[in-house]
């Protein structure tokens, strides 16, 4: 089966510093992937995906993931965060069915 | 853009009560989905239906059933509500591999 690891579940940054939040999946296909974020008593939404093509996607609010075959990762980063970043974020992989299987999340704390 | 619409945004309950959570989407997806999400505990697959009148169980369905009467609609039902439902429950709705909409979540309070 297949399964998504979210190596942090928090991660401390300051404001306007750099920040990446790790994903790692398991699978020998290929597979859909994709980042959500989550604010404070929300609904999730949908950051940005990976279906195929170019592996550096890009998504709104500037982040950005890269998907990498090899070491089955798909980390999110963005250059600059700002305070209005803080939220949760989720990674989550389609398995065959075209179900996703979810990460458990990565809490992001913008530090002033 | 899609919308998944749930009715409620809080919700207050008392124990023993039928609890009837409501989802609809305007964009004529064939897939959706009941989550709900507790601290530390992530999110958690209660059920989810791929047709009209087809339902699946997911990974927590106990103390739940779900109806799907039209492609739109996709009722969660708490037949006698406890206090351990009380959660935040998260409606998705999907075409196939392109990724899931969320609703804005209901916050549900078992009393």
């Known amino acids: 089966a297949q399964s998504v690891t979210q190596l942090d579940s928090q991660v401390p940054v300051f404001e306007e510093a750099p920040v990446e939040l790790r994903c790692n999946y398991s699978s020998s296909v290929s597979v859909y992937l994709f980042w959500y974020v989550q604010y404070p008593n929300q609904g999730l939404q949908l950051l940005l995906k990976y279906l195929s093509g170019s592996t550096l996607v890009k998504g709104i609010n500037g982040f950005e993931a890269e998907f990498n075959k090899s070491q089955t990762s798909f980390h999110l980063r963005k250059p600059s965060v700002h305070i209005s970043d803080t939220a949760e974020y989720f990674c989550a992989v389609s398995d065959s069915n075209y179900q996703l299987i979810w990460g458990a999340g990565t809490k992001l704390i913008i530090k002033p | 853009d899609v919308k998944v619409t749930q009715s409620s945004r809080y919700l207050v309950k008392r124990t023993g009560e039928k609890v009837f959570l409501e989802c609809v989407q305007d964009m004529d997806h064939e897939n959706m989905f009941w989550y709900r999400q507790d601290p530390g505990l992530g999110l958690r697959l209660i059920y989810f239906s791929y047709d009209v009148k087809m339902k699946e169980k997911g990974d927590i369905p106990e103390g739940y059933s779900v109806s799907r009467e039209k492609k739109e609609r996709f009722s969660l039902i708490l037949e006698s509500a406890s206090t351990n439902q009380t959660s935040m429950y998260l409606c998705?709705?999907?075409?196939w591999g392109y990724g899931y909409t969320f609703g804005s979540g209901t916050r549900l309070t078992v009393v």
């Open positions: 998705a709705s999907s075409f």
